[in-house]
Nanobody
Framework: QVQLVESGGGLVQTGGSLRLSCAASGIIIKNNHMGWYRQAPGKQRELVAAITVGGTTNYADSVKGRFTISRHNAVNTVYLHMNSLKPEDTAVYYC?????????WGQGTQVTISS
């Protein structure tokens, strides 16, 4: 059974930083394209950062230059480093494979940026 457990969210001020973690079990992250997604209130879930099996990364224009996706194969964990946070980054953040598999969604981690 695949489990993806997100953590590291919180409440920070504009301009602050956070590091999100996605601990995986039942799946080997280095063998899968992985992504970080977010869903803001009243909006659809969107892909914000992705990392391929080969290590290539891609970002949504809205986060490019501020967010960095990485993975630590030894602990089977994907990270999202977020800097220069803005109020519009407020959302629940999830990890999943890319493209996402519906049954792999976890509970996510809430990120709230105060202005």
């Amino acid at each position: 059974q695949v489990q993806l457990v997100e953590s590291g969210g919180g409440l920070v001020q504009t301009g602050g930083s956070l590091r999100l973690s996605c601990a995986a079990s039942g799946i080997i992250i280095k063998n899968n394209h992985m992504g970080w997604y977010r869903q803001a209130p009243g909006k659809q879930r969107e892909l914000v950062a992705a990392i391929t099996v080969g290590g290539t990364t891609n970002y949504a224009d809205s986060v490019k230059g501020r967010f960095t996706i990485s993975r630590h194969n030894a602990v089977n964990t994907v990270y999202l480093h977020m800097n220069s946070l803005k109020p519009e980054d407020t959302a629940v953040y999830y990890c999943n494979i890319n493209p996402p598999w519906p049954h792999y969604w976890g509970q996510g981690t809430q990120v709230t940026i105060s202005s």
